[in-house]
Structures are given as C-alpha cells and as structure tokens.
C-alpha cells in the first residue's frame, strides 16, 4: 500500500504481461488495447501514463521478452530459436594451451623515444636559462654590411647602377 492509502501498481513489465495473457489475441495486443486494459485495471496510474507504456514496450522488445509483428505485441514462441544480433557474428576463440600465461597489457600511448645522451647532456646544460619566446634573434655573422655612415637612403627603390663604360681604341 502506498503511504495514502491506495494499493501500490505493480511494474510496467508486469501489467504489460497481464494485460497481454489476459487478452489472449492470438495476433497480439496493440498498444491501445494493452493501455486500455491497464487503465481498467489500475484506475489511479501517473500522468505519462502513455510515455511509461511506450518506453516499457521498447525496452522489452529491444531486450525479447516481447515480439512486435504487425503493430501488435506478444509473447516470443518458447520453441522459436533467440533472436541474433546485428552485423556479423564473432569468430569462435580456439581454447587456450593449460599453462598458458598471458603477457601483461601494453601500456596505452606513443611509446617514448629512445634516449640520447648527447641531446640529454645539451639538454641539461640548457636547464638554467629561461626559453625565450618570439623569434630568436638574427645571428651576427649574417647581418648584412652596415651603410655608410653619411649617406642616408631615401624612400622607394633605388636607381639601376649603370656599368661603367671602358673607352673605345685603348
């Protein structure tokens, strides 16, 4: 009994189990006709009556307790073979030798990269400093040659250098 005095319900599955051996079709029962007898059955039921019912029909067909054919719901046939999966069956595993012991899993992820111990040495020694960010700075043997101290360059490109022309008849 619940706490105000009515009579508790009894699972969905249960009802729904009931409701189709109670109707007996030999066809199957019809969501309609199951809610129907239900609803006869246990006057006070939960406002998503209708949901609860729908999901409990899903469920116990997904898992076969109940057979769908032709909009109706019934028993499986005790004598029909359990209904197979989808996509293709696994291969049967060959049994194991006795004494067979498996090796340890392998550990998940990239496996590390061998060491080397001159990039361990440099490695080290460069500990100490900070890395900085950004670009790292232009060598100093490839700056290119400084201008002339005087001459100021203007804007744009400059001018063609002309060849200098040797004389003629030398």
């Not at 769908?68 to 004598?79: G, I, L, Q, T």
Request: charged share 30%; net charge positive; glycine share 8%.
């Amino acid at each position: 009994m619940a706490d105000d005095g009515k009579p508790a319900l009894p699972p969905y599955p249960e009802m729904i189990f009931t409701a189709i051996d109670t109707l007996n079709d030999k066809n199957g029962s019809s969501k309609a006709k199951i809610s129907k007898f239900i609803e006869s059955k246990h006057g006070d039921l939960p406002t998503g009556h209708s949901m609860l019912l729908s999901h409990h029909l899903n469920k116990m067909k997904d898992a076969g307790e109940l057979v769908f054919s032709k909009n109706n719901y019934m028993r499986p046939d005790p004598n029909s073979p359990p209904k197979r999966g989808r996509g293709r069956p696994p291969k049967p595993k060959e049994p194991l030798p006795a004494g067979y012991v498996p090796p340890p899993p392998r550990p998940r992820g990239r496996p590390p990269k061998p060491k080397d111990p001159l990039a361990v040495a440099a490695a080290k020694a460069a500990e100490g400093l900070p890395k900085r960010r950004g670009r790292p700075p232009k060598k100093a043997a490839r700056a290119a040659a400084p201008a002339p101290a005087g001459a100021k360059r203007g804007r744009g490109r400059p001018p063609k250098v002309k060849p200098a022309v040797a004389a003629v008849g030398a």
